[in-house]
T-cell receptor
């Protein structure tokens, strides 16, 4: 079984500051991990994915995430926040063997202050 | 290439009414999904389909029905609307169970 915990339902940063959104997962099999972004009144878009290749994954819009098995974490970072990054971010997990159901975290809303 | 489209964008229903949420994808994806999104709860899977003619229940199927007569379309039916079904509904599709999902823009449903 898989589960996802996103720490912090809201995160606020200043423009130009580091963005760090936390995600911890639980999986009984090696996981596939995803970050999705949702802009207001839109559906989710894939930001990046980890599928057991490189542990540091680069995504769109300057975001990246590092898979740390020992910490069961997949935190999302961006060195310098931009106003356009304000959105809700969802971490998701699915097992890489059999089945396909993707479990989504509760989401973290990112606010970017000018 | 429109991706995943959903209609309507918004709808208000009275308790006990029924309606169908439409979902269409033009990417020839085999897998399609229906989720509901409630504030602070992430996405919950309602139903999914792995191909035309094949559907199965997700985490929260009660009060909903689906059909998949074609690869492109995956409508979600609410038979007797209840206030607990007030939510934002997202349809998604993927090539297979291992690929990331592509989401539609959502349908915001209010049941009064």
């Amino acid at each position: 079984a898989q589960s996802v915990t996103q720490l912090g339902s809201h995160v606020s940063v200043s423009e130009g500051a580091l963005v760090l959104l936390r995600c911890n997962y639980s999986s009984s099999v090696p996981p596939y991990l995803f970050w999705y972004v949702q802009y207001p009144n839109q559906g989710l878009q894939l930001l990046l994915k980890y599928t057991s290749a490189a542990t540091l994954v680069k995504g769109i819009n300057g975001f990246e995430a590092e898979f740390k098995k020992s910490e069961t974490s997949f935190h999302l970072t961006k060195p310098s926040a931009h106003m356009s990054d304000a959105a809700e971010y969802f971490c998701a997990v699915r097992g890489n063997t059999g089945g396909f159901k993707t479990i989504f975290g509760a989401g973290t809303r990112l606010f970017v202050k000018a | 290439n429109a991706g995943v489209t959903q209609t309507p964008k918004f709808r208000i229903l009275k308790i006990g009414q029924s309606m169908t949420l439409q979902c269409t994808q033009d990417m020839n994806h085999n897998y399609m999904y229906w989720y509901r999104q409630d504030p602070g709860m992430g996405l919950k899977l309602i139903y999914y389909s792995v191909g035309a003619g094949i559907t199965d229940k997700g985490e929260v199927p009660n009060g909903y029905n689906v059909s998949r007569s074609t690869t492109e379309d995956f409508p979600l039916r609410l038979e007797l609307a209840a206030p607990s079904q007030t939510s934002v509904y997202f349809c998604a599709s993927s090539t297979d169970g291992q690929r990331p999902q592509f989401f539609g823009p959502g349908t915001r449903l209010t049941v009064l």
